[in-house]
């Protein structure tokens, strides 16, 4: 142990990612795992000793950057969110068969609650159903032991090991002790005799999916010693695994009698059945506290021996996180009583658009717009970014927000279904993750669909990390097919209201597909300087160079 | 203190107001005064205007939840009033609460403001501060986040020396003249506290 800092517990990871010697950071931007891969960049730039991180387009790009670098024989670290992975899920669940050289430890942040997400979906399944090892630590110094243990784990079992927080923890500062920083080390490229390892053709493949149900006793083997069976002094028991097994512990700690009752702990899976058998030969009842979904709870409920109890019969909430309060009531421990809520009536104070931001401008203006072409009730569709404020009252301006890059083949989709006109807004950053295959798509369908990109040049809801998207928007609209006469950026000001509303309405009457870019730098980028020395490289290129 | 026991405390306000950076300042200071701490917060859409809380967790003893129950937190710091009603409830029978009387009113359905000062006055251990006016006295506009920080410090098990260091590391890199406006900050809601009630 070298030295003691505070840190958040994604932040941890990357500390360790950093300390266990990777060579490279690979990630896209998405509450609650965005600092993971921000703590380890802040690292690598400050070491100036040749590592890398990089943000990607999207997701699957990360996770194929991270899997070429592995295969290069390096560790790496590849950073996305719950959702992320469903992006990324290819190339996840393919690089099970392929496996890996160097290292790869794949961070995924859960988001239970839907603080900032589209849904609750549990990563543990998705290890699961890809064969593959999931550690879940549950206590910010944890976060750093597993990673170094992940890493260690990937290389001996020459697998991609997942390591899965959850937003409470991510988002948990703590005292942090690191060790000793490694250098990164060379383990040399796949050897000419594992090269068609790498090469899923069908008949590598069947070869390698019967590899990797062979390895599976051993990752078991690895597991077990991360997982604990405390015995207790009753038949009751307690399954723990993540936050249920930090708020367990707290909880213990302040009532000591919870001591007789058996425990089970979960760190890491898959879980070895020895293990559930020999806890549940200990109770005839079980708690299970987990996050998300009841991935142990069922494992347990099929053996039939005892009565399990947890998010499924009821005795916690089938939806939505823990807390120490939840335990303490299924537990049937005394909650503390505290002042009285006040009795006024308190309305939420919701997120909204930043004084002077540019989608405000933009959305007025589409909304003018569609009213022009007498098709003000037009259900828009929306995207994934600050701009789904837009979703809320008093605006409403778009109508549909379900994953990344879906609104411009869903207004495709509505068009082809006879939706005229057909309204898409995408962010820069989306656009630039899933959006464009989508607009290749719409510019071949040759439907009325009307694209609005708000390009405020930065991933700002996350942010304002640097959009791959910077500067290339129209040239990417173009190369997707766009004819210049359909594709048109405008300033989203106040005073460009009117000449904005003529511009969205020409492109929404244009009976085909149309792309019309919205530009003004994030304002809370703009405050903090984020692009000033790459506008003034720009600048200083243009006067040197030709520019387009 | 009682070192079995966890103490804890809510910081509560709008997006932008500086909640966590104020939450961070608190776990750090407490950290040096060689206790265990942790601190919770939420972050992402919340940092848009939203309301914004963090949460602050210490022991004498180790700790693994950096959550709060209701009736589990001794302090509540709330830089605005109708942020602070909503986690009235988070605090101990005994527990005291420091808040801004400076509103933020850009949101649909804002309660009379009178009402809102009347439900934090009934209160046990409310303790409000105008950190609009201490601002302008102390011609420091932001005054009012390191106002409270020291109006709560009164009931922290945290020595002055502590705070000094933790606070001008904080703005270190702003030069010594943030800093000095921020310890005077510090200093004045200090003393607008007088024989605090088990602290």
């Known amino acids: ?548 | 203190m009682n070192a079995s026991r966890i103490h804890g405390i809510v910081l509560s306000g709008v997006g932008g107001q500086g909640v966590l950076s104020l939450a961070q300042i608190l776990l750090e200071a407490l950290r040096r005064s060689g206790l265990h701490a942790l601190q919770s917060e939420i972050h992402g859409m919340s940092q848009r205007g939203g309301s914004v809380h963090a949460q602050v967790c210490f022991s004498e003893a180790a700790l693994t939840s950096p959550i709060l129950d209701e009736g589990g937190a001794d302090l509540l710091i709330a830089l605005e009033p109708l942020e602070a009603l909503r986690y009235v409830s988070m605090l101990r029978m005994d527990g005291h609460l420091v808040v801004s009387e400076e509103p933020q009113m850009d949101m649909a359905g804002y309660p009379p403001l009178d009402d809102v000062y009347a439900a934090l006055k009934a209160v046990r251990g409310a303790h409000l501060v105008d950190t609009e006016d201490l601002a302008r006295r102390l011609n420091h506009r932001q005054a009012g986040g390191m106002a409270l920080l020291g109006m709560a410090s009164r009931f922290l098990p945290i020595e002055d020396g502590v705070w000094r260091e933790v606070i001008a590391q904080r703005f270190e890199a702003k030069g010594a003249r943030v800093t000095e406006k921020n310890l005077e900050a510090f200093e004045a809601g200090r003393g607008l506290i007088h024989d605090p009630v088990g602290a």
Request: net charge negative.
């Open chain 1, 1 to 548: 142990m070298v030295q003691s800092t505070l840190a958040l517990g994604v932040e941890a990871v990357g500390c360790a990612a950093f300390d266990a010697g990777i060579k490279g950071a690979f990630g896209y931007p998405g509450t609650p795992s965005t600092e993971g891969f921000e703590a380890v960049e802040l690292l690598i730039h400050g070491a100036q000793d040749g590592r890398v991180a990089q943000w990607a387009a999207n997701e699957k790009v990360a996770y194929d950057l991270a899997l070429g670098m592995s295969y290069s024989g390096h560790r790496t670290l590849v950073t996305m969110k719950h959702v992320g992975l469903n992006v990324a899920m290819d190339a996840y669940a393919n690089s099970a068969l392929t496996g890996v050289r160097g290292g790869l430890v794949l961070l995924v942040a859960d988001d239970p609650g839907m603080h900032s997400s589209q849904n609750e979906q549990d990563s543990r399944r998705l290890a699961e159903f890809a064969w593959l090892p999931c550690l879940e630590p549950s206590t910010v110094q944890e976060c750093y032991d597993l990673t170094f243990r992940a890493f260690e784990l990937s290389e001996a079992l020459q697998v991609p090991v997942m390591l899965r927080i959850v937003t409470r923890l991510a988002h948990c500062r703590a005292a942090l002790a690191r060790r000793k920083t490694q250098a990164p080390t060379g383990l040399g490229p796949v050897p000419e005799a594992a090269v068609q390892d790498w090469v899923l053709i069908p008949a590598n493949a069947r070869r390698r999916y019967v590899d990797l149900l062979d390895k599976q006793p051993r990752l078991m083997a690895e597991a077990t010693p991360l997982n604990r069976l405390i015995p207790g002094t009753i038949r009751r028991g307690v399954a723990l695994a993540g936050m249920g097994r930090a708020y367990f512990g707290q909880l213990l700690h302040e009532n000591p009698a919870l001591s007789a009752l058996s425990r089970l702990e979960i760190a890491a899976y898959p879980v070895d059945p020895a293990l559930e058998q020999a806890f549940l030969a200990q109770v005839d009842e079980v708690v299970v506290f987990e996050e998300d979904y009841p991935v142990l709870e069922e494992r347990l409920g099929l053996r039939g021996t005892a009565q399990i109890r947890g998010r499924l019969d009821g005795a916690l909430p089938r939806t939505g996180e823990l807390s120490p309060r939840l335990l303490k009531d299924a537990l049937g421990v005394e909650a503390p009583v505290g002042k009285a809520a006040s009795s006024l009536e308190l309305p939420i104070r919701a997120p909204r658009f930043c004084d002077g931001c540019g989608h405000v401008d933009a959305y007025e203006a589409l909304k003018e717009a569609l009213v022009q072409v007498g098709a003000p009730e037009t259900r828009v569709f929306g995207d994934i970014g600050c701009y789904t404020l837009a979703a809320q009252e008093p605006m409403a301006a778009i109508h549909a927000v379900v994953e990344m890059g879906a609104s411009i083949s869903m207004a495709v989709g509505a068009a082809l279904a006879g939706q005229n006109p057909s309204v898409a807004v995408i962010g820069d950053s989306t656009f630039g993750h899933s959006g464009l295959p989508a607009l290749l798509t719409a510019v071949d369908s040759g439907v009325n669909v009307t694209v609005i990109i708000l390009d405020n040049r930065v991933v700002g809801m996350t942010g304002q990390q640097p959009s791959q998207a910077l500067d290339q928007v129209e040239r990417m609209v173009r190369g997707m097919g766009i004819p210049d006469d359909q594709l048109q950026v405008l300033l989203p000001v106040p005073k460009q209201h009117d000449a904005n509303v003529a511009a969205v309405t020409a492109a929404l009457r244009h009976a085909g597909p149309s792309v019309v870019v919205f530009r003004r730098e994030c304002i809370q980028s703009i405050r903090r300087g984020v692009l000033k020395d790459h506008d003034r490289q720009e600048r200083e290129r243009c006067t040197t160079e030709v520019c387009s």
